[in-house]
């Protein structure tokens, strides 16, 4: 549905390479993740693939069509909500859906049924600004907005990014039923732990993929065993941690730390952990976590 | 067609819901013409000016009456020489001079006709016009009350003469200078900052991955403006008619035709300076930067051209408003038809044209 | 341990709408205390008032000991504030900015010289000195504001989303920068929408509809709802806030 090969692009005249030789594809009725932090190179992605950018070199087709010569054909075929996406301020719910819906050729009615449920959570303000819905709340008429003419692939860049952990998980709900009626979804995010919510992740950092598959995938090639340490005093516990000799890496998730080792495991950590005088100390066998194989990826030396 | 039509109408809705530009819309040009008139409505009772009667018969004693009762003047003193005059006018003591020649009552009775003198201090270009023509319409005045009484069609022929600035640099020329100041400003900025605004907002990018056509989005982003210019043009028109006596003499048809091709012009500077910007902050300094100075500097109301050097009456020449602001002086002050201004909106028009194909051509149906 | 902020019944109305009701709780020196509630739970006002930059409508509430009516001034040069959305400027250097910092809460020339060095040498930044903040990577920019943010010495900082879109790996060198400040002291007010980070507090309250709705240790509450981690009590109590519009 989606391929991209070999994409480059760079700005600034080529002093600033935003993406480096990109490949995959996205089968069709996939929600496929693009995982990474700002500046990975995301947003010029999703602007190559709705034909808003050219890339520098390599080819793309969405949904069969070329990016650059097709772009008029692409343009009718898909739904595309930017990252700074913000709507209309000063026209209300309505207003925005009903402009949206018009300027795709349709109606609010003619495809209603594809929006009715998302659209029936924000229906009570249907007569405020846009500028003063909440963040989740304009999450969704944004959505809406996008969905209202029926696109056979949907693109949404960083739909969730300053919303609640309860607004996102709603907003999840409603991808995977869209993706159930059949539709295409790319999505963007930075919050690593939305992972789990996509059938396919490429991760991505300063414009490279580091990695994509399945999640069980990408979590079954993390080459090392992880361990997760708990003591009393976390900030100390790292410190003492990271000075040991053996540790591969060590980063703080949550309560614990994750920790590898260079030689296979090393369970006279415990022992000299309590020789720092920590209690509570507890290590035991973990699976990685999304983050944890980012985090690996990132920096695969240690 | 209909995805037109509501662009346009969204548009209306976001103009008219942001009070604050529609203040400033509307706003500047009442404020400069309300300001303006106040300024000269306040200076012309009482003006001091000299009356020279060289003849001292009946009739002019009947005019220098009829000026002396008037609330507009107040005779200072009658003169007898020249020099006199001359020194009068130099101390910025009077307005206004009043000359009757020796044989004006002779003149008068054997041609019928007869001239009288006036000389106004046009250095103050508005008291200039203003004291004038309440003189003429006092002379005017008599004329009919000799024409009555007598049954023969008298003549007294006021020969106006400015003193200091002939060519009147200012008063109505206030007026044409504030429609080609206030068109030029409100239509490139408003232009350059509705489109700047949905690029900030994301919009953008949703509006050119979407099947509607790029003209189209210049066109509902132009339409409003568009009106919005016109309906600023007839205001300021109707303001200078009520608060400076300043009507419309030629055709307001050929006026709004030139007008509608200004702004066209304008409103296409304001899309180029759009593609340029980012912000909507910077497109607003672009449109100020950018035209207010060549506007207020060649257009000509504020400095006469003729008198700058070469290279900047050449460059002059590029600035639309330069030609608009001919047009209307020529249309509004002094009546003249299409005949006389075919050439400067041939000129206009062809700017439009250019400007509007480059910046349609240079609108991007993708980001950069 | 003495509480650096305090507050009873801290309540702020805007016409009818009561945006934060009846807060009271305490913090204490050199902890880090996690400020957490769904979009328009009271979150911003709250800290607003705390920051001294908006007056509450009734309660109490004192901040490292000075009254939040009275003495907002001694407040302010008392506490320090960092947004993911407003840090540094970016069209002036790193060094420029640190300078301008300082500079604004009083540092003599000599201070400043001083502090300029030790913070370009802890983050190790000296390389990029002259550099503009704008061509920094946005982790570095985020790890440079916090610790612009605590140069001039106050007793607490408050941080709004501080680590929002940075790479995992940066994010928890933010943290490290956290827990060495709150270990000399320094009071850590935070909010985020990573609940992974939530964890990383000392004690963590979340707001929902205005009012605070727990108020605990992580490990306290996830016992408390029977919960594995702190998304699930985050959504447990979340999940059925009527402001969800606002």
């Known amino acids: 549905m989606i391929e991209l090969n070999h994409i480059k692009k760079t700005y600034s005249k080529g002093l600033v390479t935003a993406l480096k030789d990109i490949s995959f594809s996205v089968n069709h009725g996939e929600l496929f993740g693009l995982i990474g932090p700002d500046g990975a190179g995301k947003t010029t992605l999703f602007r190559i693939l709705t034909t808003l950018l050219l890339a520098d070199d390599g080819t793309a087709t969405v949904n069969g069509l070329d990016v650059v ?33 018009t300027i795709f050729g349709t109606t609010i009615k003619e495809n209603y049924t594809l929006v009715k449920e998302i659209y029936q959570q924000i229906e009570p303000f249907k007569d405020r600004m846009a500028g003063k819905l909440s963040g989740g ?15 056979d692939v949907l693109f949404l860049d960083e739909p969730t990014t300053g919303v609640d952990v309860v607004s996102r998980r709603e907003f999840w709900e409603m991808l995977r039923k869209l993706k159930k009626q059949g539709i295409t979804i790319l999505v963007s995010t930075p919050y690593m732990d939305e992972a789990n919510l996509c059938d396919r992740i490429a991760l991505i950092q300063k414009g490279e993929i580091l990695s994509i598959d399945t999640l069980a995938k990408i979590i079954e090639s993390f080459p090392k065993d992880l361990y997760a340490i708990k003591s009393a005093n976390i900030f100390k516990l790292l410190q003492d941690v990271r000075s040991y000799p053996g540790v591969g890496s060590c980063f703080a998730f949550g309560d614990a730390l994750h920790v590898t080792f260079n030689n296979s495991s090393d369970k006279d950590v415990i022992k000299y952990l309590h020789s720092k005088d920590h209690t509570d100390v507890s290590m035991k066998l973990i699976t990685p976590s999304i983050e944890d ?10 | 067609m ?12 976001q103009v008219f819901r942001d009070k604050s530009t529609l203040l400033l819309l509307f706003g500047l040009p009442i404020a400069q013409i309300v300001l303006f008139g106040f300024a000269l409505s306040n200076e012309i009772k009482d003006s001091k000016i000299v009356v020279a009667d060289y003849a001292k018969d009946a009739v002019t004693a009947q005019i220098i009456n009829k000026i002396a009762s008037s609330k507009y003047f107040d005779i200072e003193r009658t003169l007898q ?9 130099k101390k910025g003591a009077i307005k206004l001079a009043v000359i009757f020649p020796v044989n004006f009552a002779h003149d008068l009775e054997h041609t019928n006709k007869a001239s009288i003198q006036i000389i106004a201090d046009a250095s103050d270009p508005n008291t200039a016009t203003a004291v004038t023509a309440y003189m003429t319409q006092i002379i005017n005045d008599y004329n009919m009350q000799l024409g009555r009484g007598a049954g023969l069609p008298l003549q007294i022929v006021p020969e106006v003469q400015m003193l200091y600035n002939p060519g009147l640099q200012g008063a109505p020329n206030f007026v044409p200078g504030v429609m080609a100041l206030v068109l030029m400003l409100v239509c490139t900025m408003m232009t350059s900052v509705a489109i700047v605004k949905e690029k900030e907002l994301g919009t953008m990018e949703v509006l050119l991955v979407s099947p509607f056509k790029p003209l189209y989005i210049i066109i509902a982003k132009l339409t409003p403006n568009l009106i919005i210019s016109i309906l600023n ?33 304008s409103l296409s500077i304001g899309l180029l300076l759009s593609i340029g910007a980012n912000t909507q902050q910077g497109a607003m300094t672009n449109s100020l930067m950018g035209m207010m100075l060549p506007t207020l500097l060649l257009t000509g109301f504020m400095f006469p051209i003729e008198n700058m050097p070469l290279a900047l009456q050449w460059l002059s020449n590029i600035v639309p408003s330069r030609w608009y602001f001919i047009i209307v002086k020529k249309v509004m002050l002094k009546g003249l038809g299409f005949t006389s201004v075919w050439k400067e909106v041939l ?9 509007f194909t480059i910046s349609l051509r240079k609108f991007k149906i993708r980001l950069q | 341990m003495k509480p650096v902020i305090t507050t009873e019944r801290l309540t702020k109305r805007f016409g009818d709408f009561v945006a934060a009701s009846e807060l009271t709780f305490e913090v204490d020196q050199g902890e880090i205390f996690g400020f957490l509630g769904a979009n328009g739970a009271g979150k911003t006002t709250a800290m607003r008032m705390l920051c001294g930059l908006l007056a509450p409508s009734s309660g109490k509430a004192t901040i490292a000991g000075f009254d939040i009516y009275e003495q907002t001034k001694e407040i302010k040069t008392k506490i320090g504030y960092m947004s993911q959305k407003f840090s540094l400027y970016d069209d002036i250097t790193v060094s420029e900015n640190i300078r301008f910092y300082a500079g604004i809460y009083g540092m003599s020339t000599k201070q400043i010289k001083a502090k300029t060095h030790e913070l370009l040498e802890e983050l190790q930044l000296e390389s990029e000195a002259k550099t503009l903040v704008r061509e920094l990577p946005l982790g570095w920019k985020q790890k440079l504001a916090f610790s612009v943010s605590i140069a001039h010495g106050p007793d607490i900082v408050f941080l709004d989303e501080p680590t929002g879109g ?31 980070e939530a964890e990383y507090c000392n004690r963590v309250s979340i707001m929902v509809d205005g009012v605070i709705a727990a108020l605990d240790s992580p490990n306290n509450l996830k016992q408390q709802f029977a919960a594995t981690n702190m998304e699930d009590v985050f959504y447990e109590l979340a999940r059925n806030a009527k402001r969800k519009g606002d």
């Open chain 2, 2 to 13: 209909k995805q037109l039509i509501v662009f346009i109408k969204k548009e209306f809705l």
């Open chain 2, 347 to 355: 000129i206009l028009a062809s700017m439009c044209i250019f400007l």
């Open chain 1, 137 to 151: 709340m304009k999450q969704k008429l944004g959505l809406c907005c996008a969905l209202i003419h029926k696109p």
């Open chain 3, 166 to 196: 940075v790479d995992p790996v940066t994010r928890r060198q933010f943290w490290d920068l956290i827990y060495s400040a709150a270990d000399k002291g320094v009071t850590v007010f935070v909010t985020t929408h990573y609940m992974d």
């Open chain 2, 233 to 265: 043009l007839f205001i300021i028109l109707i303001l200078s008619s009520i608060f400076l006596d300043l009507q419309v003499r030629g055709s307001i048809l050929l006026l709004t035709i030139a007008s509608t091709i200004f702004i066209l012009t």
């Open chain 2, 81 to 89: 020489s020249a020099d006199q005059l001359q020194t009068a006018f």
């Open chain 1, 293 to 302: 194989c980012f985090i690996h990826l990132l920096s695969p030396s240690i």
């Open chain 1, 69 to 101: 010569n097709d772009y008029k054909q692409i343009r009718n075929c898909v739904g595309y909500m930017p990252g700074k996406f913000s709507l209309y301020q000063d026209l209300t719910v309505e207003e925005n859906l009903h402009f949206f819906a």
